[in-house]
């Protein structure tokens, strides 16, 4: 799905402008219906505003076969998939479609609607734009491609870091290369790839470094599709910008460069080796240890998840304790009861607030991991789509443990010493994991701990030796 279907924020009146809208932006009509838009289809709109895209792409899927006209710089018709059949003909009644970023900026609204014939999903529309994007990671560096001083000029397209090996090749380059534009993908963070600020950074050093002579560092809206989409939109994008000569460090090109990248990004997202990164520049890899540093320093998040009575509350407290005790890392224990008044206390126990209750459990953690730290919690997280939210959340900042606390649902409820396991069988508590509400095992648990007859100090130990054999922590007191 490229788009999410989302409660809409308070509008104003009919007739006034939104948000206190400045006067080169254009108001809308406060009734359309509207929607958020993923990171894929974000960045495919700001490239169909610009012109980029072929006429009648769907945002945010791989890119159709019509790539052989040049890039006019006027938007053309572009397709949406929506959550439902009912928005899709709330938007066609409506004649129009509010198109929002993550802050609920309002973007494009989407006009002369048309639906796909054969899907009761899908509408085609013309695009127009209502504000600028405020909150990319871009900012003032976005490429303008309207801006005719860039056109016209030599192109490096930089989507990786430069290897060693690249170096020479580039400096042949640079001596012919007047002005160059740089362009760095501006993308969500991941582990395929270097975050957009440091490929900034890294630009701006490897402007210096080979001698590209009055050149300029921008961004522009790039999400991954698929290998020929990503390579039919970049090579748009330069005919956009009239490119007299395209230069491109990929993760395909130069291919014996590429692969050097590859296998120095498989051991930095490793973290656990000693040495150098094999291929990388000492200046670029201070850069990338900045954004993935070893593991022994790395922001990380370890989910205990598992039955009511399996323990796992009791051993996130422990592993808890041990580690503050032990090591120099920072450790914050996100105990449930404490979420539950501090974080999620308008919540109730319906499987829609417990699948919130885990996300915002996820958030925090993956903000104490993004600053360094050990984020330790045990939500019971039955259900495997939100566990897996919350894996992607932490690991764009940091590591992601899970432990399934796999202890029997039989021993659960020999060790339940309030009855909830007796009064969910009697129909009293509804939604009761395990009795009235499915758990879905975890098919990729990291570890498995079955805590029945084993004690407190040994159940604790297993999960401080994975994290000691993983590199998170040093064996002894560090």
Not at 189 to 210: H, I, K, S
Not at 433 to 459: I, K, M, N
Request: glycine share 10%; net charge negative.
């Amino acid at each position: 799905m490229s788009l999410v279907e989302h409660e809409r924020p308070p509008q104003p009146e009919a007739g006034t402008r939104p948000d206190a809208a400045p006067s080169d932006e254009v108001v809308w009509d406060p009734e359309l219906p509207d929607l958020v838009l993923d990171a894929t289809a974000l960045a495919d709109l700001m490239l169909g505003l610009a012109g980029v895209l072929p006429h009648g792409q769907v945002l945010g899927a791989p890119l159709c076969e019509a790539t052989l006209e040049s890039p006019q710089g006027e938007p053309r018709p572009v397709g949406v998939l929506l959550p439902s059949a009912a928005l899709a003909k709330q938007a066609l009644a409506a004649g129009g479609l509010v198109l929002r970023d993550e802050e609920h900026t309002p973007l494009a609204a989407l006009e002369h609607l048309q639906k796909v014939p054969g899907s009761g999903q899908a509408l085609h529309g013309i695009p127009r734009r209502l504000r600028a994007r405020e909150g990319g990671v871009g900012g003032q560096r976005t490429v303008d491609f309207d801006d005719v001083s860039l056109h016209h000029r030599p192109l490096l397209l930089l989507e990786r870091p430069a290897m060693v090996d690249d170096l020479a090749p580039l400096l042949a380059w640079a001596a012919g290369a007047t002005a160059p534009v740089v362009l760095v993908p501006e993308h969500s963070d991941g582990r395929a790839w270097v975050p957009t600020r440091q490929l900034v950074r890294l630009a701006t050093d490897l402007v210096d470094e080979v001698g590209l002579r009055h050149a300029e560092v921008r961004t522009v809206p790039l999400e991954p599709h698929d290998p020929r989409s990503d390579s039919a939109l970049l090579e748009r994008i330069a005919r956009r910008l009239d490119a007299t000569e395209v230069y491109s460090l990929s993760d395909t090109a130069p291919a014996g460069t590429a692969e050097q990248w590859e296998h120095a990004r498989l051991a930095l997202v490793d973290g656990r080796g000693g040495g150098p990164l094999p291929g990388v520049p000492p200046r670029t890899e201070a850069v990338l240890r900045a954004w993935l540093p070893r593991r022994s320093a790395r922001g990380l998040a370890l989910m205990f998840s598992g039955l009511s009575g399996s323990g796992k509350s009791t051993l996130a407290r422990d592993v808890a304790a041990w580690v503050s005790a032990n090591s120099t890392r920072t450790v914050t224990l996100l105990d449930g009861d404490r979420v539950r008044q501090m974080l999620s206390s308008g919540l109730g126990f319906d499987p829609a607030s417990r699948e919130l209750n885990v996300r915002r459990i996820g958030y925090v953690a993956a903000e104490i991991a993004r600053h360094g730290g050990i984020a330790i919690c045990s939500p019971i997280a039955p259900f495997a789509t939100t566990r897996e939210e919350v894996r992607h959340m932490v690991e764009q900042a940091g590591d992601f443990i899970l432990v399934h606390v796999c202890t029997p649902i039989e021993e659960c409820e020999r060790r339940d010493l309030k009855g909830l396991y007796a009064r969910a069988r009697l129909g009293q508590i509804p939604d009761f994991t395990g009795v009235s509400s499915p758990y879905d095992v975890p098919a990729d648990a990291d570890l498995r701990v079955d805590t029945t007859g084993v004690s407190r100090e040994r159940a604790a130990q297993l999960v401080i030796d994975h994290l000691v054999e993983g590199g998170w922590l040093q064996g002894g007191a560090e």
